[in-house]
């Protein structure tokens, strides 16, 4: 079974930035689509960025576009998210997430991800 790790969270300034790193391992890494989410106390899981299975295609949510950059590199079994430009609303517990496949290309719903990561906390302060 797939099983994720999350890494490079912590505490930063506003307008800093941070490199989250999901190491997977367990299951064919390049058959698998990996999302983001986050999660901010008292408020639903909220999809971050996606990345299709080699990378060529991506999405974003309106929240983060411009400012976070998703990647992957499939021989390193590892996805990134790059986070440009923190601002205290961007503070959550992250969450790699994995799909075999979409219901739809534009749904960003997390119950469509069947292995997670316990998370990691990202705090900006202003």
């Known amino acids: 079974q797939l099983q994720m790790a999350e890494s490079g969270g912590g505490l930063v300034q506003a307008g800093d930035s941070l490199r989250l790193s999901c190491a997977a391992h367990g299951g064919t890494f390049n058959t698998y689509i990996f999302a983001w989410f986050r999660q901010a106390p008292g408020k639903e899981r909220e999809f971050v960025a996606a990345?299709?299975?080699?990378?060529?295609?991506?999405m974003y949510a309106d929240s983060v576009k411009g400012r976070f950059t998703i990647s992957r590199d499939n021989a390193k079994s590892t996805v990134w998210l790059h986070m440009n430009r923190l601002k205290p609303e961007d503070t959550a517990v992250y969450y790699c997430a994995a799909a075999g496949t979409l219901t739809s290309a534009t749904e960003t719903s997390p119950y469509q991800y069947r292995f997670w990561g316990q998370g990691i906390q990202v705090t900006v302060s202003s």
């Open positions: 990345i299709s299975r080699q990378g060529g295609g991506t």
